[in-house]
Every structure is written in C-alpha cells, then in structure tokens.
C-alpha cells in the first residue's frame, strides 16, 4: 500500500513541521522588541521568554547597556537577574567609546553569546556608539545565522528598525515637529517602532512619524508588552498590554512633508490594530494572523 | 438641435446643482461639531461659520450654557462673541433644573431660533438636565425640518451621538475601565464623539469606547478645530488641528468585553484617518471624499 505509505510519512512530516513551528513559537524568538519597563520581579514573563530563547540554562547572554547613563547600575541589574535564571554565562559589554567598537575583545565576547540584550536609555546614545560598527555587524551576521537571538527594551526597542524615532512629545494634532526621526541600526528594518506607547500618549506622535515614513510599519509598544518575532516574519504579543500597529500600506493620502512644520498632519486611509497577548501578526503579508481571546 | 440643447440645459442643471452644492459647503452647516477651545478672539473661523450658517446678520441664536458649572459666565462670553458678529437676536437658554424644559417659554425662545449653541462644561450635566426632554424633542425637529442649525463645543460636542463618553483617563493601555460610557442626546446618532482628542492624549480612550460600541464611528475632534457636517451624511473639517476617525467598519475581532475590566482590549482592522481643514468624509459610505494639502 505505496499510497498509505506516502500519505502517512507526509502527515509524519507535516506532524513534525507543525511540532518545529510551534516549538518555535512558544520557546525561541530571534527577535523580542520590549516596550520598556518589562517586569523584573515576578513572573518575569518576557524576560524569561528572552532566557529561553537564548538557551535556558545553556544560554550565554551579552547585555548591552550602552544607551544609559548609568551602565553599571542597569547592567548589574540585568546581569542579576539571568544570572538568576540560570544562564550558563552573562557578560556585560560596556561600551562607552564609539571607538571601543573596533576593540576585538568585544568581538571575543560576541562570538560566545547565544543571546544579546539592549537595554534602555537614550536611543541616540546607542545609535551615536554602535551604529555602523563591527559590533552591529557581527550581531546581524550571528542573527541572520541563528546563531544568536536578540532583545531590546525601551531605547534598545527604538533602535530596531532602519528609520527610528529620536524623541518628540504629545498632546498636540499630528504635525511634522512632534517627532524626531533619524536612523536605527536596522535589525528589523521594516518596522518604525515607539515603546512606552499608550503609557505616554504616543499616538500622535507615531502617526507623524508614519506621516514622514509611509514605506515603513509603525508599531506602538505598550510598557511591560513586546513582540516576539518568529523569524518568519510574523511576530506574537507577550506581556500585559496592547501592541498598536499603524499599517499605512493602503494610505491613500498624506499632505507629508507641509511647509510649516507644526502645521497639521493628514493621513487617510490607515489600517491599524490593537493586538493583546496570544494575538499574531504577520508583518510581511501585514495581516493579523489568529487570537486568543 | 434638441440634443445639444439637452446637454446645455443637464450641463447647466449639473453645474447648478455644484453651485448649490458648494455654497452649501460653504456657507451653511447643519451640525457642527467643535472639539473645545475654538478661537474666541481672532479670526474666529468656526463660531463665525456657525454664525453664518445661523443666518449671519438675520440670526436668531439661542445659547444653551446648561454644561457648565458657570452658565452666567458661559452664556455672557458666547452673547458678547454672537452679539458682536452682528447677530440679530442672541438669547440665553439658562436652564438648571430638569423640570424647567417643561415650561413653555423654553419652547417660545427656542421657537425663535435659527440656531443653538451648547457650550462646554460637563457633559453629565447635559445629559441629566436634557436627555429626552421637550427641549431636545423640539431641537430634533427642527433640525430635521432645516429651521435652526445646531453646535456644539467640549462637553456640548460630547453628547451630539446616540452613545457618549461621559469620562476617561489616558496613559494606559486601551482597557473597558479607562471610558466611561453613557447615552448622549442623539443629535448625529451614528457618531461616537471626543474632544480635546489630541491635545488630551484620547487615542486610548475613543479605541476602549469603540470596542464597547463597533456599531458607531469614532470621531476624535482636537481644540480649536470641527466637523462641519453637510446635512447630506458628509462633514468636512474646519479649524486648525485634526480629525481622527477611528472606523470599526470592517472590524474582524475584538475581545470586548473582558472578564477583567482593566485587561487589556484588542481590536482588529479598523480603519483610520488623520483629516486636517479643507478635508471632506462621507460618515454614511464611510470614505474620505476628498483633500486639500
């Protein structure tokens, strides 16, 4: 019975493939983009996805600290607490000079990690230290080569995308001043990403950032909530807040760039969603994949 | 020659029917609806359209400052703004109790009036004292049979839907208990109206309130700017800020409502727009109609 036997080594394989993707789903994200103040204390729920991607108690973790003004203070921080986990290694790249990046001795640290975590501070701080360096470089190759998954919180959030926003406010109409933008270091580039995101009120502010980068995804990071890609390009939310992506891949209009800069932005036709944990997005196909409500 | 004599008389039919149009556009607007905090002082572009849509030098306004806890202030501050346009009559509506929209001199004034102005404050307030009374019965009508015209600003903006935001916070996720939801007056029942929209960080706040109510359009109106709606189910945007419409027409999912009041809401595929002054919606076809960057 040739047939059968085709028809189960098929479902076998297939058995085994859907074992893999949700395997990988549930237990290894290349990529995690927090929107800052994640929990530290209790279930640790996005940091502990983060350790397991990296490899559980096999992991080998490189904290990036660059982007605060504190780097010792938030590194021990984190170091505490994957050292706490369980992690094999943990090793705090403190770097603190653009120069340093040439330095093979981070280069020697890299070649280890399993997992690199970016934490928060100031995004032009580490866009200014490690943009176009041998350290983004080697990450992006590890990356692209599952050899490390990445995650970053807050700035470390920010600088994932090509285009990033710098800074900017709120409590205004949409307009072009409301926003800083400059460039990101690129790993995810397709996304424009902004974290602490109803916790600060940035609607608006993403809005005019879209305005300004219309080819580009915006993706609005609530605090303790992150996207954890698959390496698909899909993602899922974890945490306990909202995910806000503003789509204008139908925008049928802007009046982008206008000549006063604080004149009033107008954007028609967006597609935009409020994901909650379990939900999936496909950022490729930039459609909403399955829920769990 | 009948047949061009045809097209001359549909040409001129059409190109009436555009003059028509455009000055209805321009000069006369049913409802208005102002996001609060409308120029007071300057050009006064929104409470001078309403003041030509009430019949310019003819007018008759009747000002309801019932929202407020000041009404004497209130009421005196729009007399002086309607009186010195060069209004005709201008009257104050004073109502304070709900037993007084019984009385028949209400009815005599408002009988009078080619146009009602309802002020800020509270919209609760306007509820309470208002909501289906003879005095909005009587406003209804005559708003239908196009013998007064109606706005409304702040609080007075809130209660124009069927469905209304009585109150709210912002800086949180979007969630059930971050809206407070009551009925409005009704006079635009499909839309679901905030104000201050931009200025007050809302996003949050109008996205909790359109879970709750899929059925309706979100309209968040900033300061200073308004919906001038048509009479024919468009509006078009006056002042200097923005309009987001927030439109759940095609809305695949939401998790509302959630066991836990403050868990966080998803939405799936809604549709928004960023309008700006000069843009034109169609609320009934849903579409932006048209643009002027």
């Given at each position: 019975m040739p047939l059968i036997n085709v028809r189960d080594s098929s479902m076998l394989e297939m058995?085994?493939?859907l074992a893999q993707k949700s395997m990988a789903i549930s237990t290894r994200y290349p990529v995690m983009i927090i929107g800052g103040a994640e929990d530290k204390t209790n279930g640790c729920e996005i940091l502990r996805a983060f350790f397991e991607s990296a490899g559980g108690s096999s992991a080998n973790i490189g904290i990036i600290p660059s982007a605060s003004r504190e780097p010792t203070i938030v590194g021990d921080r984190y170091y505490q607490i994957f050292t706490g986990m369980g992690a094999a290694q943990v090793q705090i790249l403190d770097i603190r000079f653009r120069t340093e990046c040439e330095e093979p001795r981070w280069q020697d640290v890299l070649k280890g990690c399993t997992g690199v975590?970016?934490?928060?501070?100031?995004?032009?701080?580490?866009?200014?230290?490690?943009?176009?360096?041998?350290i983004v470089d080697?990450?992006?190759?590890?990356?692209?080569?599952?050899?490390?998954?990445i995650a970053g919180t807050s700035a470390g959030a920010a600088i994932m995308?090509?285009?990033?926003?710098?800074?900017?406010?709120s409590g205004e109409s949409p307009n072009q001043a409301l926003v800083d933008l400059t460039n990101g270091l690129g790993f995810v580039p397709e996304?424009?990403?902004?974290?602490?995101?109803?916790?600060?009120?940035r609607?608006?502010?993403l809005l005019s950032a879209i305005a300004a980068h219309p080819n580009r995804l915006g993706?609005?990071?609530?605090?303790?909530?992150?996207?954890?890609?698959?390496?698909?390009?899909?993602?899922?939310?974890?945490g306990k807040g909202t995910i806000t992506i503003v789509d204008p891949g139908?925008?049928?209009?802007?009046?982008?760039?206008?000549?006063?800069?604080?004149?009033?932005?107008?954007?028609?036709n967006l597609r935009v969603h409020v994901l909650k944990k379990g939900d999936c997005y496909d950022y490729k196909k930039r459609a909403v994949l399955q829920y769990h409500s």
């Amino acid at each position: 019975m040739p047939l059968i036997n085709v028809r189960d080594s098929s479902m076998l394989e297939m058995k085994s493939r859907l074992a893999q993707k949700s395997m990988a789903i549930s237990t290894r994200y290349p990529v995690m983009i927090i929107g800052g103040a994640e929990d530290k204390t209790n279930g640790c729920e996005i940091l502990r996805a983060f350790f397991e991607s990296a490899g559980g108690s096999s992991a080998n973790i490189g904290i990036i600290p660059s982007a605060s003004r504190e780097p010792t203070i938030v590194g021990d921080r984190y170091y505490q607490i994957f050292t706490g986990m369980g992690a094999a290694q943990v090793q705090i790249l403190d770097i603190r000079f653009r120069t340093e990046c040439e330095e093979p001795r981070w280069q020697d640290v890299l070649k280890g990690c399993t997992g690199v975590f970016i934490t928060g501070g100031d995004q032009l701080r580490l866009r200014d230290l490690l943009c176009d360096t041998p350290i983004v470089d080697s990450i992006k190759t590890r990356l692209q080569s599952s050899e490390l998954v990445i995650a970053g919180t807050s700035a470390g959030a920010a600088i994932m995308g090509e285009d990033m926003i710098a800074g900017g406010s709120s409590g205004e109409s949409p307009n072009q001043a409301l926003v800083d933008l400059t460039n990101g270091l690129g790993f995810v580039p397709e996304l424009l990403v902004d974290q602490h995101f109803h916790n600060r009120n940035r609607m608006a502010r993403l809005l005019s950032a879209i305005a300004a980068h219309p080819n580009r995804l915006g993706v609005g990071i609530d605090e303790d909530t992150c996207i954890a890609l698959g390496g698909d390009g899909t993602f899922q939310v974890l945490g306990k807040g909202t995910i806000t992506i503003v789509d204008p891949g139908s925008l049928t209009h802007t009046n982008h760039p206008v000549t006063g800069e604080d004149s009033p932005l107008s954007l028609h036709n967006l597609r935009v969603h409020v994901l909650k944990k379990g939900d999936c997005y496909d950022y490729k196909k930039r459609a909403v994949l399955q829920y769990h409500s």
